[in-house]
């Protein structure tokens, strides 16, 4: 292990949410004193998210009220540990889970951890990744591959290890079901990938061709760009020949639930998991008549992490063409315009890069 780390910084720099409709702030903030088992990692990525975006442009309730430093995609190097760390070591490379469970609670013992009933959430219920550093309990944290860039293990630490959680233990996705997920952006892509290597036939709805060129690329069975289709469900119904097994919906309008709910067979799945806050109208003795299932996923175990390493190690899954952008901290806000733009997959922020 390496040697523990003796004198450090005071400050570090932090984009920090204030009010909805707001550009983030750029601050100095005082670094927290550690916990006897507390690991300060250097930050070194955080890939700006949608969920931000709830929060910044349509007023969304953050977990904790401001001021909070969002961002929940981490990935970073371990600059301190507390005196009792024994896990990590100054200089390791690390993943931050964007969710900290318990593991106290029935939930948590009952390996539901997505559902603790002392959540919480990394730039929602406590500050999270817009930052030079964050603290985090040492069993908070999971060693990054050295061949893995820091880029790598922001996607891991939520959109690929959440896809995981979602194909395979809440949906569990069959051979040869048809799947037709709408939203071809970091988590629709990273579904795509999980849902194929079940061997479910997989098509993607969206509205930008380039998104959709990504899918098709990374193995999509059909593709549509529901812009140019007068009514979406019929060309959905077209593309696959028929209706779905299941529809996983990753975008949260309404629009697009209730199209995601009309492409459904009979007994089938409706998943959600593009947040909303919204009420969606749906016919309940469709639900009922139909047998039809609707499930919600949020998140993902830690747990499940080191599974989705091993994918990527054995080249199961393709990353690169999802990173869209790199930005450092003091440009945030113009990272977050990519993504309102509808330009980006996973745009990266550098809080450690003063320039890109
Ligand atoms: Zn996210
Ligand atoms: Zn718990």
Redesign the pocket.
Known sequence: MTEKKTESKACMKAAVFYHAYEPLAIEDIPLKPLKSTDVRVRIETC?V???DLQFIDRGLATSKAPPLILG??IAGVVEETGKNVTSFGVGNRVIVP?TISCGKCLACKSWNETQCENLKILGNHIDGGYAEYISVDQNQLIHLPDEFPFELGSLIS??FVGALHLVYDRVNILQGETVVIFGSGGFGLSLLQMAKLKQAQVFMVDIFDWKLNIARDYGADGVLNSNKCKVCEEGVCDMIRGKADVVIETIGTPRTMVQAMNVLHKGGRLVLSGYSDNTIPFLAGRIIMDEMSLIGSVGAPMREIPDVIKLLKDRKIRWQEMISGHYPLLQINEAFNTLRMGHSIRTMVHPNQQET
Do not use: L
Request: include cysteine.
């Open positions: 890939s998210c949608h969920t929940h995609e964007a939520n959109v």
